[in-house]
């Protein structure tokens, strides 16, 4: 019996996509330890004793945001050096520190919002923000996902970061326009949960109208999520939020 047509359409795509997954893994494994090996020697120069710069995710995967442990004997002024020490690096992205006491960027060269917007697009290049079929539930590689696209997104701060769920044309029209508005605010729900201010996450669907340029409004890789950082206004505390005189 012959395959039809778009078996073998999608068949080859989901080939394509796990080539380029294995192939960044491949990629980014040894970007991640070089990093590592980078930041162990700019950690000594600067005497910041027993801290360490892990760049892997909470399900490492190799990142290039690292989260920075130890140095509990030092003051401020120090973790911030060894901080910005680390993120003088390049190619290093966003830091944090492990206990969430400190969210650095990079010193003369701090990352701009568009700098983020690039870093996330980078990690869906390879990998996709996936949900079941007609549902708003990601599957758990995409969760998986998140946690780097959060990272990535941390040192823009501030700004207003759009999500903008998109569908392929397979159904009608009006279903693809709701369907990608759940799929947008559930990625916008799922940042929040992870630590992202929910006054700066925007989520819309625009349905299947924005088809991927080259590829066929009924390709499945128009199921997709995107981000855009639309401002970069940093959030004023407002005078509830503004400590009276003691």
């Known amino acids: 019996m012959p395959i039809r047509p778009t078996i073998a359409l999608i068949s ?23 990093l590592a090996a980078k930041a162990k020697i700019v950690i000594e ?11 892997s995710t909470i399900n490492d995967w190799p990142s290039r945001h690292p989260v920075l442990t ?16 680390v993120a003088a690096i390049a190619g290093v992205g966003g830091i944090r ?14 990352r701009t919002p568009m700098h983020c917007q690039e870093d996330v697009e980078s990690l869906l290049r390879a990998r996709t923000i996936r949900f079941e079929e007609s549902s708003s539930s990601m599957d758990s590689s995409s969760r998986e996902l998140l946690d780097e696209v959060e990272a ?19 159904g009608p029209e009006p279903g693809n326009l709701a369907l990608s ?29 924005n088809p991927v340029e080259g590829l066929d409004a009924s390709d499945p890789a128009n199921r997709r ?19 009276g005189a003691r």
């Open 12 to 34: 080859g795509a989901l080939a394509t996509a796990a080539l380029a997954f294995v192939g960044a893994g491949f990629t980014s494994q040894p970007m991640a330890e070089e």
């Open 45 to 55: 120069q600067v005497g910041g004793g027993d801290v360490t710069a892990d760049f």
């Open 70 to 85: 130890g140095g509990e004997g030092l003051d401020e002024a120090n973790r911030a050096e060894v901080a910005e020490a």
């Open 97 to 110: 520190w492990a206990d969430g006491t400190a969210i650095v960027e990079r010193g003369e060269q701090a």
């Open 152 to 170: 990535a997104l941390r040192p823009c701060l501030g700004s207003i970061i759009a999500i903008v769920g998109h569908t392929d044309n397979s």
């Open 181 to 209: 508005r759940e799929r947008a605010n559930a990625v916008r729900n799922a940042l929040i949960r992870r630590g992202i201010p929910r006054d700066g996450l925007r989520a819309r669907g625009v349905g299947s109208r």
């Open 225 to 243: 999520i995107e981000f855009s950082v639309i401002a970069t206004e940093p959030l004023q505390p407002t005078p509830v939020d503004t400590p």
